[in-house]
């Protein structure tokens, strides 16, 4: 199954160690890499797929990626897909915690990828003008479009936003019932092991750090770093821009508030974790691969063996939830699509997502240098329209382009 699906693994290896820019970026790579490059799924499944994942808790391009797995292949094509995907980034974000020591954090000359954000902005245009055609064909769906952006862009950031858009968009599209009238639909039998699986490593988690917490058991803290990722991995929306507030919180600031009751909690010092927010951003692949830094930051002072084992409890830990959750719900969301309500409300969640693209297209450019008359800021114009225009007038892989502007970046750092 393996050697007849390599060239899509090769694929995702080639995505997974070029898809710089963030969740935002790599919807407009997958468009080119797996749909426009070689149509492993088509741009409506695409967009199903980023729709869907925007509902559940998680990384949600990790999400949307190892639904393209399960779509050519199944679970199993799925899981490889996952690693595949995950590893690069955990790997040099594990590093990290074992370099960070060496490094002169003021020094860390990153602005060789100060071209990525402007790149970033080209690939989303590029994902929401491909979009556009397929999702608003109608006064409906422009009125949702609209609306779905205005209220991303004004309330960017909001963990809640992009779910409830999303949810109020299929609502909308469900109030006329005559175009799509409902047919008789034979019930079909739910598999429910990874959601009890899920479930089980939730509670069963939670229990034993607590026990481990309370009867202060000696080497707790693996424990203790496996429940606070699995639980971060398994509530976050928003994605990588509310993980890793919430990794601030828990790691950092709540220890110094707890240290006289529990002076054994996981804590990393708020500076090394300031420099893995920074880093991780500059990193290829998911922003949650910030965990593998985190597990080794945390038990960097046990050894170093205990600190490789930090790296994977982080890596494994975070990226468990959102693979269980997706492959649970997946089948059930495809089931629900043979009724109508269902069916009538992907008319309204598609245009909401080609609305929230549109959004944080806006968004993402109010950050970047483009009106002053410096010679940056034309580079900036250049890369935007460039990445945009190669995108779509050519067929150059998206690893090419990233190449391109990580020299650029370098050229004139």
């Known amino acids: 199954m393996l050697l007849r699906h390599l060239p899509f693994l090769r694929a995702v290896l080639l995505h997974s160690v070029t898809a710089f820019g963030g969740p935002q970026a790599h919807l407009g790579m997958m468009m080119k890499t797996f749909v426009h490059c070689k149509p492993y799924v088509t741009e409506q499944e695409l967009m199903e797929y980023n729709a869907f994942c925007q509902l559940l808790p998680g990384a949600s391009s990790t999400q949307t990626?190892?639904?393209?797995?399960?779509?050519?292949?199944?679970?199993?094509?799925?899981?490889?897909?996952?690693?595949?995907?995950?590893?690069?980034?955990?790997?040099?974000?594990?590093?990290?915690?074992?370099?960070?020591?060496?490094?002169?954090?003021?020094?860390?000359?990153?602005?060789?990828?100060?071209?990525?954000?402007?790149?970033?902005?080209?690939?989303?245009?590029?994902?929401?003008?491909?979009?556009?055609?397929?999702?608003v064909n109608n006064f409906i769906t422009w009125v949702?479009?609209?609306?779905?952006?205005?209220?991303?862009?004004?309330?960017?950031?909001?963990?809640?936003?992009?779910?409830?858009?999303?949810?109020?968009?299929g609502i909308v599209t469900n109030i006329s019932r005559k175009r799509i009238p409902q047919t008789e639909q034979r019930p079909r039998k739910i598999k429910w092991w990874n959601f009890w699986l899920f479930g089980i490593i939730f509670i069963t988690a939670g229990i034993v750090s607590e026990m481990a917490r309370k009867n202060d058991?000696?080497?707790?803290?693996?424990?203790?770093?496996?429940?606070?990722?699995?639980?971060m991995g398994s509530l976050v929306f928003g994605g990588g821009q509310v993980l890793i507030p919430m990794m601030y919180e828990q790691w950092s600031v709540r220890p110094e508030v707890i240290k006289n009751k529990n002076p054994n909690a996981v804590q990393i010092d708020e500076n090394d974790l300031y420099t893995g927010m920074g880093i991780v951003r500059a990193m290829p692949g998911p922003v949650f691969s910030i965990a593998a830094f985190t597990g080794g930051m945390a038990l960097k002072d046990m050894g170093t063996e205990m600190q490789v084992l930090g790296c994977l409890i982080g890596m494994i830990a975070i990226f468990l939830p959102s693979a269980l959750l997706v492959l649970f719900f997946f089948p059930i969301w495809n089931n629900l699509k043979k009724y109508a309500a269902v069916y009538r409300s992907l008319e309204g969640i598609n245009a909401a997502v080609v609305g929230?693209?549109?959004?944080?297209?806006?968004?993402?450019?109010?950050?970047?240098?483009?009106?002053?008359?410096?010679?940056?800021?034309?580079l900036n114009v250049g890369v935007m329209l460039g990445t945009f225009l190669l995108l779509n007038f050519t067929r150059i892989a998206?690893?090419?382009?990233?190449?391109?502007?990580?020299?650029?970046?370098?050229?004139?750092?």
């Not at 949702?144 to 968009?169: D, E, N």
């Not at 058991?217 to 639980?231: S, V």
């Not at 993402?364 to 034309?378: A, G, R």
Request: aromatic share 14%; glycine share 6%.
């Open 65 to 135: 990626l190892t639904l393209i797995g399960y779509k050519r292949g199944g679970v199993p094509l799925a899981v490889v897909t996952l690693i595949i995907w995950i590893l690069p980034a955990s790997i040099l974000m594990g590093g990290l915690s074992f370099l960070l020591q060496y490094i002169d954090q003021r020094e860390l000359g990153t602005d060789i990828f100060k071209f990525i954000a402007p790149m970033a902005v080209g690939f989303l245009a590029f994902a929401a003008f491909t979009a556009f055609p397929l999702a």
């Open 144 to 169: 949702i479009m609209l609306t779905g952006a205005a209220i991303t862009y004004f309330l960017f950031g909001q963990a809640w936003v992009i779910p409830a858009v999303i949810i109020a968009s």
């Open 217 to 231: 058991w000696p080497n707790r803290r693996p424990i203790n770093l496996f429940e606070n990722t699995y639980r």
């Open 356 to 378: 929230i693209m549109v959004a944080s297209t806006i968004y993402i450019t109010k950050d970047i240098s483009i009106t002053e008359l410096k010679t940056v800021s034309l």
């Open 398 to 413: 998206p690893p090419f382009i990233v190449l391109a502007c990580l020299l650029l970046g370098f050229i004139s750092f």
